[in-house]
């Protein structure tokens, strides 16, 4: 199974400052289609999951423009440019690319 | 609007069966695999299985392959989760989503108990 690792159990941020978080993969995401299936989903408590990027780097209509993300092959990073107190969440990756379909251990951003 | 509506949890004894239902509106059904992600408490997201657009193909976690079943009814723009041989450890809120390789609409959630 592909393993996604994301470095930080809990994130710590304060408002209106950048936020980094990383996904590290077991093995190449790049699907024989030529396609990375990596998306980012935002937990926030009480609600349904959220995607904010899909395909590594893709913003979803609706996701806030401050968060970008990038990366490829194995190695994938979400951004925040200024967090605002409505990003306290989990942030999980996930790989569409190989079965069984894999999620990261999710990052637990609050504030500080 | 683009929406899943899901539906069936409950609590359930160890050894039981439940039938969750997904009912999807706002789009082509028949254009979307579909897929369940789980939730136990306290814990992260847990694929459970996918769905392709047809339903000729599905696909499970090794957790749960051989208990649960997936199938839709695309005359209904219905998905449908059959869990058998339920275990204390599915319990977990179950989201139905859309999407084979990438994962993009979720519903609300269904919450589903497994305890004697």
Redesign the interface.
């Known amino acids: 199974d592909v393993v996604l690792t994301q470095s930080q159990f809990s994130l710590p941020v304060t408002l209106g400052q950048p936020a980094s978080i990383s996904c590290r993969s077991s093995q190449s995401l790049v699907h024989s289609d030529g396609n990375t299936y990596l998306n980012w989903f935002q937990h926030r408590p009480g609600q349904s999951p959220r995607r904010l990027i899909f395909r590594v780097s893709n913003r979803d209509s609706g996701a806030p423009a401050r968060f970008s993300a990038s990366g490829s092959g194995t190695d994938f990073t979400l951004k925040i440019s200024r967090v605002e107190a409505e990003d306290v969440g989990v942030y999980y990756c996930m790989q569409g690319t190989h079965w069984p379909r894999t999620f990261g251990q999710g990052t637990k951003v609050e504030i500080k | 609007e683009v929406q899943l509506l899901d539906s069936g949890g409950g609590l359930v004894q160890p050894g039981g069966s439940l039938r969750l239902s997904c009912a999807a509106s706002g789009f082509i059904f028949t254009d979307y695999g579909m897929?369940w992600?789980r939730q136990a408490p306290g814990k992260?997201?847990?694929?459970v299985s996918?769905i392709d657009y047809s339903g000729g193909s599905t696909?499970?976690?090794?957790s749960v392959k051989g208990r649960f079943t997936l199938s839709r009814d695309n005359s209904k723009n219905t998905l449908f989760l059959q869990m058998n041989n339920l275990r204390v450890e599915d319990t977990a809120i179950y989201?139905c989503t859309r999407?084979?390789?990438?994962?993009?609409v979720?519903?609300?959630?269904t919450m589903v108990t497994v305890s004697s």
């Open positions: 897929t992600v992260g997201l847990d694929w996918t696909f499970f976690a090794d989201y999407g084979f390789y990438d994962v993009d979720w519903g609300q959630g």
